[in-house]
T-cell receptor, first 112, second 115 residues
Framework: DQQVKQNSPSLSVQEGRISILNCDYTNSMFDYFLWYKKYPAEGPTFLISISSIKDKNEDGRFTVFLNKSAKHLSLHIVPSQPGDSAVYFCAGSGGGADGLTFGKGTHLIIQP | SAVISQKPSRDICQRGTSLTIQCQVDSQVTMMFWYRQQPGQSLTLIATANQGSEATYESGFVIDKFPISRPNLTFSTLTVSNLSPEDSSIYLC????????????FGPGTRLTVT
């Protein structure tokens, strides 16, 4: 039972354009969502998060949108840069002392 | 944010042996977490480790196979016991260390290969 789903294993975007990474979840108890970026041979790096009571959070080039009724969130990166090429993981948290439930990740490739 | 280090970064172990992974945080943290990433899969939570209490294991993970120690507020170890090839994974530790109670920061991971 996959509680967090990232249905696109990979995504290719031209440099300078917008990258949109999608994530769906089934667990209504999640009250916080996080996006992580991972390079090979490194641990995941925290990017941006959003509380379930909000529908948008922005931090520089990164914006996360949450559609609670659709149980869907998306990460927008604009403009996309070559250094953004990495695997992006979406994760949900039930809060408090809970660990994170991760999706399988989307490999983003930024084309020059 | 916190800086989290892990040792070893990688190891190759024989079937039936054990490997202990160390995780060090550069600041005091209440809770630490251990995750596993099997090849081609997502990160899966193994257990939560609080200082001064027994670790809490997720479904499918047991203390006999994955004993955890948490002797102080900056350090934890995970042992993977009685190794089999199915244990070949990346093991990562994390801790809450951001501006909110939900932001977890991760170590670089330990890549374990069991032959």
């Amino acid at each position: 039972d996959q509680q967090v789903k990232q249905n696109s294993p990979s995504l290719s975007v031209q440099e300078g354009r917008i990258s949109i990474l999608n994530c769906d979840y089934t667990n209504s108890m999640f009250d916080y969502f996080l996006w992580y970026k991972k390079y090979p041979a490194e641990g995941p790096t925290f990017l941006i998060s959003i509380s379930s009571i909000k529908d948008k959070n922005e931090d520089g080039r990164f914006t996360v949108f949450l559609n609670k009724s659709a149980k869907h969130l998306s990460l927008h990166i604009v403009p996309s840069q070559p250094g953004d090429s990495a695997v992006y993981f979406c994760a949900g948290s039930g809060g408090g002392a809970d660990g994170l439930t991760f999706g399988k990740g989307t490999h983003l490739i930024i084309q020059p | 944010s916190a800086v989290i280090s892990q040792k070893p970064s990688r190891d190759i172990c024989q079937r039936g042996t054990s490997l202990t992974i160390q995780c060090q945080v550069d600041s005091q943290v209440t809770m630490m977490f251990w995750y596993r990433q099997q090849p081609g899969q997502s990160l899966t939570l193994i257990a939560t480790a609080n200082q001064g209490s027994e670790a809490t294991y997720e479904s499918g993970f047991v203390i006999d196979k994955f004993p955890i120690s948490r002797p102080n507020l900056t350090f934890s170890t995970l042992t993977v016991s009685n190794l089999s090839p199915e244990d070949s994974s990346i093991y990562l530790c994390s801790a809450f260390a951001g501006t909110s109670a939900y932001e977890q920061y991760f170590g670089p991971g330990t890549r374990l290969t069991v032959t």
